[in-house]
Structures are given as structure tokens and as C-alpha cells.
């Protein structure tokens, strides 16, 4: 049972991944963050250090299949799925590692509106702050790659931290823990 079941006395279906299987779930969203830094990461070096012109740098992915880099539907699902993935494991961290997850989370929140506002132009064909493409609020004080860099290390970072007090939760979170991701530390036992 997670810990907002043991809370609230509800068994819900974010049990499944936040008990027993709460370390599988959690590597198999990392390896999905990983992929979508990865590419990022390579957009970057493609304009910095190789010097290509940002429109022919569109990662890995992007090379073989160039409509992935200008769409729209694309960008929001990884978004989408990023706030819904923080959203449904965050029953498994607690203490410590919770308050990250969530920070992680919020930031999300924010990147995800963003990216609601690109989809809406892009679908619309009405484009905000008098621009000749989908723009987000952020955009406008720096350039799209840059900025989703920015975003991809806010959120990035805090779950970083999150996992790493998860797996290494003191004995007070110890006890809590509804999952298997780190050893179970003794509880010290209470005097009288």
C-alpha cells in the first residue's frame, strides 16, 4: 500500500507501482527522462560545438525523422507523460524524498502549461505576443532550445535528489517507505 493509501485508507491502482514494483516503475520512467535528456543534450552540442544552424540540429531522433523536432503533439505527450509519470510515483517517496519529487512535480506543472500553450497555437493557428510561431511565456526571454534546456534541468535536478534520498531514506522514512527501493533501517526502539 503507498503512502497516500496509508493515509487516506483507500486502496487505489497507483498501489501496483508505488508497492512492490515501485523500483521498477521508477527506472523504467528514468530511462524515458534519460532518452528525452539525451536528445536535448545532443540538439546542444549540434548547435554549440558542432555549429549547426538550429533548424538542421534535432538530436538523434530528429535526424532520421524530422517532423518529431516541429511537432507540436509530440512535445506536449512527453510533457504530458512527464507530469502524469511524477504524479503517480510520487506515492512511493516519502519524507525527504517526497518534498523533491514534488518540487520536481511542480516545476513540471509549469513545463507542461507551456507546452499546452505551444500545442494551442500550433493546432489553432493563432499565435501569442504577436509572434509568427507558437511561443511560450518563457520564450520570450530565451530562445526555445535554450529554454527547454532550462526546463529539463529544473525538473531533472530534484528528481535526481529525490531518488537519492529514496534509496538512502533515514530510519524515520525508513518506516514509511511502502516499496522495496532501499533496505529497511531498524527503527530504534522507544523508551518509556
Known amino acids: ?3 497516500d493509501a496509508a493515509r487516506t485508507g483507500r486502496v487505489g491502482p497507483t498501489n501496483w507501482w508505488n508497492g512492490a514494483h515501485h523500483r521498477t516503475a521508477l527506472n523504467l520512467f528514468m ?3 534519460l532518452a ?3 536528445e536535448h543534450l545532443t540538439q546542444a552540442f549540434q548547435i554549440w560545438v558542432l555549429g549547426w544552424p538550429v533548424p538542421e540540429s534535432r538530436g538523434v531522433l530528429g535526424l532520421y525523422f524530422p517532423w518529431l523536432v516541429t511537432s507540436e503533439w509530440l512535445h506536449y505527450a512527453y510533457a504530458l507523460v512527464m507530469l502524469v509519470g511524477l ?3 510520487r506515492g512511493g517517496f516519502v519524507g525527504r524524498s517526497r518534498t523533491w519529487w514534488m518540487v520536481a512535480f511542480g516545476i513540471q506543472f509549469w513545463h507542461h502549461i507551456e507546452h499546452l ?3 494551442v497555437q500550433a493546432q489553432t493557428g493563432t499565435f501569442f505576443f504577436g ?3 507558437p511561443t511560450s511565456m518563457l520564450q520570450l526571454v530565451l530562445p526555445r532550445v535554450e529554454l527547454h534546456l532550462f526546463y529539463n534541468t529544473v525538473v531533472f535536478l530534484p528528481m535526481v535528489i ?5 534509496l538512502r531514506p ?3 522514512e525508513s518506516a514509511l517507505m511502502t516499496c522495496n527501493c532501499a533496505p529497511r533501517l531498524a527503527v530504534a526502539p522507544s523508551t518509556p
Open 131 to 133: 509572434r509568427s510561431v
Open 31 to 33: 530511462v524515458v527522462v
Open 1 to 3: 500500500m503507498s503512502v
Open 117 to 119: 500553450m505551444l500545442f
Open 87 to 89: 504524479w503517480l510515483l
Open 36 to 38: 528525452h535528456w539525451a
Open 162 to 166: 529525490a531518488i537519492i534520498l529514496h
Open 170 to 172: 533515514n530510519r524515520a
